[in-house]
Each structure stands twice: as C-alpha cells, then as structure tokens.
T-cell receptor, first 114, second 111 residues
C-alpha cells in the first residue's frame, strides 16, 4: 500500500523568498514520486518526477525536489518565489512505474505575497 | 500540442438525471485513468484502463457509476442516477509510460 502526507495545507511566502513544500511518502515497493501543480479551474500539470535515477530532480519553472529514502521524503523547493507560483501543489506516489495509478496527497496551497 | 481533452467542461444537472463525461486520451497512450476531486476527499482514483481493458474500478460506486472505453480514442464515465454527493471535478488522465497527463476536468454540479 502507498500513501502520501503533505505537511501544511497552506503555505504563504513573500515574493523572492524560498519556497519549501513538504511531502512524505509510504510505499512497500520502490516508489515513483511526482509533484503536480494545479492552477484555478485547470487540470494538473507535472512539475517533476523521481523514477529511481538521480535523487535530486529538476523540474519546470525553477522547481526541484530531492528524494531522501532514509527520511521517506520528497520535498519541493524553489529558491525564489514568483507571484505566478501561487497555486495548489500535489505530491503523488505510484508503484512500479508511472502507468500505475497515482496516490495523491491532500495538496498544499501556495500563496505568494508581494 | 498533444493533450487530454475532456467534455463537457461544466455540467449542471438535476438529481436523478444521467450524466456522461467524455475523455479523449493522447494518441498512442495505452493507459487511461479517471479521478475525482472534492474538497473533502481530495483526488481519488475511480477507475483505470490499459489497452481499453478495465483493470481497476474499485473506487467507483458500482450501482450508479460505469466507465468504458469504446475505442482507443474515447473513454466515458457515466453516472445514473446522479446525486448531489456526486458534485465534484472529474479528471481523466492518460499515459504511455512514466508520467500521466491530465485533462482540464469536468466540473459536475448535481442540484
């Protein structure tokens, strides 16, 4: 069985500040891990994915995440927040490969203050 | 620009009516998922198909929901009869490998 816990349903940062969104996973098999972003009234867009290659994964829009097996974590970071980063962010896990169903966390809403 | 297309984008219907949502997966993708998003439950899997065959529909209320893939270019999700608790955003996603691509969703409101 797999599960994802996102710590903090709402995170607020100032423009230009570091963004850190936390995700911890549980998986009985080596996991595939993903971060998706959802803008209002839109679908989910993939930010980045971990598929057992490099533990530091770089994604779109300046985001990156580090897979830490010992901590069962996959936190999302961005050095400098932009107003356009305000959205809902979802961490997800799947077993075996990306063509098996995703199990999502509850999401974290990111607000960026000018 | 390949994308997953869902229709309709918005649907308002009366309780008891049949609702059909459609999804056109990305050409060449052999796996299709249906997810439902609500404020209370978040994103949850309803059903998924591989090569048009249903693999798991345990997330769907069987008495009122049905999902099919009549062909490789169309997936449908039907609710009959609809109930107010079915109000949610329904997403279709498709994949051919390591990542799933999501459609824009169908926002269903049952009054």
């Amino acid at each position: 069985a797999q599960s994802v816990t996102q710590l903090g349903s709402h995170v607020s940062v100032s423009e230009g500040a570091l963004v850190l969104l936390r995700c911890n996973y549980s998986s009985s098999v080596p996991p595939y891990l993903f971060w998706y972003v959802q803008y209002p009234n839109q679908g989910l867009q993939l930010l980045l994915k971990y598929t057992s290659a490099a533990t530091l994964v770089k994604g779109i829009n300046g985001f990156e995440a580090e897979f830490k097996k010992s901590e069962t974590s996959f936190h999302l970071t961005k050095p400098s927040a932009h107003m356009s980063d305000a959205a809902e962010y979802f961490c997800a896990v799947s077993a075996v490969s990306g063509n098996t169903p995703l199990v999502f966390g509850k999401g974290t809403r990111l607000s960026v203050i000018a | 620009d390949a994308r997953v297309t869902q229709t309709p984008r918005d649907k308002v219907t009366e309780m008891g009516q049949e609702v059909t949502m459609r999804c056109q997966p990305i050409l060449g993708h052999n796996t299709v998922f249906w997810y439902r998003q609500t404020m209370k439950q978040g994103l949850e899997l309803l059903a998924y198909f591989r090569n048009r065959a249903p693999l798991d529909d345990s997330g769907m209320p069987k008495d009122r929901f049905s999902a099919e893939m009549p062909d490789a270019t169309l997936a449908t999700l039907k609710i009959q009869p609809s109930e107010p608790r079915d109000s949610a955003v329904y997403f279709c996603a498709s994949t051919s490998g390591t990542e799933a691509f999501f459609g824009q969703g169908t926002r269903l409101t049952v009054v």
